[in-house]
């Protein structure tokens, strides 16, 4: 079985179809795939701070076990957990959203000794195996380098999109705990992702092809479509997602994700007829 972390409010929806349709078609085991999705309302925040929907929940089993019958998805409603230790926190207006934070409560929910956490803005170009089924031994987790952080911070700063956390480990170090206890006492550049990183006792860095932020290779595993520079016509900075599909194609010129995005754009059509 492998085990998947998302994490976000209703509006994850089109990230959450298509990395899952990249991962589901990009990959030739038939090893079925569940799908932990922590959300969660905090609309006394912000009144778009809703979250997952229980319609969303519906079409999304719908569409992951179409691949495989054993394939399915769970919504774990982590509110309680953010109020009683975020609820004004120096981080509540993290730098994306409150949501940013809610992974840090996965030993707090009964998860699996093995989860792969993903941002929803990333697409896999190779079978998830690649990554999934690395031995993770006595490390906390696995992860990429920053693009930028990289360069700016150190050579080793590793980006949180994309993580293989040693659950079993994370509990015995109290790398979950320590992050919490960060985000509760201090204000974060990037909050989760340098709380992550200021717990870590051991990890492993691996190879940008599994977690890419910027290009993509023959050998990429993940495509991570965050925020990046561009130095043409002027220095700007944009956030393209892979659901931006003819942006994806105008400005990236990928195609080699267009049955993938062909998939979604039909499917999102079909929820609107058939879930709303």
Same mark, same amino acid.
């Given at each position: 079985?492998?085990?998947?972390?998302?994490?976000?409010?209703?509006?994850?929806?089109?990230?959450? &179809?298509?990395?899952?349709?990249?991962?589901? $078609? +990009?990959?030739?085991? %038939?090893?079925?795939?569940?799908?932990?999705?922590?959300?969660? %309302?905090?609309?006394?925040?912000?009144?778009?701070?809703?979250?997952?929907?229980? $319609?969303?929940?519906?079409?999304?089993?719908?569409?992951?076990?179409?691949?495989?019958?054993?394939?399915?998805?769970? &919504?774990?409603? @982590?509110?309680?957990?953010?109020?009683?230790?975020?609820?004004?926190?120096?981080?509540? *207006?993290?730098?994306?959203?409150?949501?940013?934070?809610? +992974?840090?409560?996965?030993?707090?929910?009964?998860?699996?000794?093995? @989860?792969?956490?993903? /941002?929803?803005?990333?697409?896999?170009?190779?079978?998830?195996?690649?990554?999934?089924?690395? *031995?993770?031994?006595?490390?906390?987790?696995?992860?990429?380098?920053?693009?930028?952080?990289?360069?700016?911070?150190?050579?080793?700063?590793?980006?949180?999109?994309?993580?293989?956390?040693?659950?079993?480990?994370?509990?015995?170090?109290?790398?979950?705990?320590?992050?919490?206890?960060?985000?509760? $006492?201090?204000?974060?550049?990037?909050? /989760?992702?340098?709380?992550?990183?200021?717990?870590?006792?051991?990890?492993?860095?691996?190879?940008?092809?599994?977690? *890419?932020?910027?290009? &993509?290779?023959?050998?990429? @595993?993940?495509?991570?479509?965050?925020? +990046?520079?561009?130095?043409?016509?002027?220095?700007?900075? /944009?956030?393209?997602?892979?659901?931006?599909?003819?942006?994806?194609?105008?400005?990236?010129?990928?195609?080699?994700?267009? /049955?993938?995005?062909?998939?979604?754009?039909? &499917?999102?059509?079909?929820?609107?007829?058939?879930?709303?």
């Amino acid at each position: 079985m492998i085990n998947i972390l998302y994490c976000g409010n209703y509006k994850v929806f089109d990230g959450m &179809l298509t990395t899952s349709l990249s991962m589901l $078609k +990009r990959s030739k085991s %038939d090893e079925p795939i569940t799908f932990h999705i922590f959300t969660m %309302d905090v609309s006394h925040l912000r009144e778009d701070y809703l979250p997952v929907t229980e $319609k969303q929940l519906a079409f999304f089993n719908e569409v992951i076990k179409e691949y495989n019958k054993e394939n399915k998805a769970i &919504l774990v409603d @982590v509110t309680q957990f953010y109020k009683d230790y975020f609820t004004g926190c120096p981080n509540e *207006d993290a730098y994306c959203s409150p949501y940013t934070l809610i +992974r840090l409560f996965a030993d707090l929910v009964d998860m699996p000794s093995k @989860v792969l956490y993903l /941002d929803c803005d990333i697409m896999f170009n190779k079978d998830v195996h690649l990554l999934y089924d690395k *031995d993770l031994g006595d490390y906390e987790y696995f992860a990429s380098r920053d693009h930028y952080g990289k360069f700016l911070v150190n050579p080793n700063y590793i980006n949180a999109g994309v993580i293989l956390f040693n659950m079993k480990k994370c509990k015995e170090t109290g790398l979950f705990q320590k992050a919490r206890e960060w985000i509760q $006492k201090k204000k974060l550049v990037f909050a /989760d992702q340098s709380a992550i990183i200021r717990s870590t006792t051991k990890r492993k860095v691996l190879s940008q092809r599994f977690n *890419d932020q910027k290009f &993509l290779y023959k050998n990429t @595993v993940i495509r991570h479509f965050s925020k +990046r520079l561009f130095w043409l016509p002027y220095p700007h900075t /944009d956030n393209i997602k892979q659901w931006h599909v003819s942006r994806v194609h105008k400005v990236f010129k990928y195609y080699n994700f267009d /049955d993938i995005l062909f998939e979604y754009i039909y &499917l999102k059509e079909k929820f609107s007829r058939e879930y709303k």
